[in-house]
């Protein structure tokens, strides 16, 4: 069974949604990224040189980096109908796009610098101008449907749920885009998910990791 080197609140919980939703069994490895060390006190360094998340682990040693590749894999390891697309399958290519989407214009390119402690207030305030035309993209692309792909929740939609879990504490508010705000509702309503947010909230005070900014 692959591992998953989570840490709270993270990328990587974009890993463990997608993982729930589409009943994919994983066995996470809790990390605090403050200091990249591993509960068995081991170093994420070792495992990742960038010491970056999200990482998965095989039973062979191999390694998986980059949440939207470990993504992919885990829904290429689904068997969950609704959940799983195939490459022969056209809403495969937009699973693509929407999971790129998610990690080049608003995981790295937003949430990178707002919650780089170096980055000047300045910076972090130029950064977030550009979240509105990126909501309003998502907006016009949710007005007829319930998931970014399709007629069900995929490991796009799982990234992109992690963003609005993490968007209020970068200050980012999408509350006046009708559609996309009443899909993070929807999103962040589904049990499973609800369930994961909670207990990494708990984890993240437990371990004194924090992250990430408090509201």
């Known amino acids: 069974m692959a591992t998953l080197m989570h840490a709270p609140l993270t990328c990587s919980l ?23 060390t591993l509960e068995n006190g081991s170093s994420l360094y070792d495992i990742n040189p960038l010491g970056q998340v999200s990482v998965l682990r095989f039973d062979n040693g191999e390694i998986l980096t ?6 992919l894999w885990i829904q290429s390891q689904s068997e969950n109908s609704h959940f799983h697309r195939s490459p022969n399958d056209p809403e495969y290519f937009q699973m ?10 608003l995981h790295k390119q937003i ?19 550009l979240a509105p035309l990126r909501f309003e993209v998502l ?22 749920t ?7 504490n970068a200050r980012l508010n999408p509350s006046e885009y009708e559609h996309l705000n009443a899909y993070r509702e929807r999103m962040l309503a589904r049990p499973l998910i609800k369930a994961l947010i909670e207990s990494d909230r ?14």
């Open 14 to 36: 974009a890993a463990r949604i997608a993982a729930a939703e589409g009943g994919v069994s994983l066995n996470t490895e809790y990390l605090n990224l403050r200091t990249k």
């Open 66 to 71: 980059e949440t939207s590749t470990c993504l």
């Open 96 to 105: 693509l796009r929407w999971i790129a989407f998610c990690a080049t214009e």
């Open 111 to 129: 949430f990178r610098v707002v919650f780089y402690p170096e980055a000047t207030d300045s910076v972090k305030d130029k950064i977030r101008d």
């Open 139 to 160: 907006n016009n692309h949710l007005a007829d449907r319930e998931f970014l792909v399709g007629d069900s929740f995929s490991a796009a939609d799982a990234y992109l």
């Open 162 to 168: 992690w963003f609005f879990v993490l968007a209020e």
């Open 202 to 215: 708990l984890k993240d005070r437990e371990m004194n990791q924090q992250i990430i900014p408090e509201i």
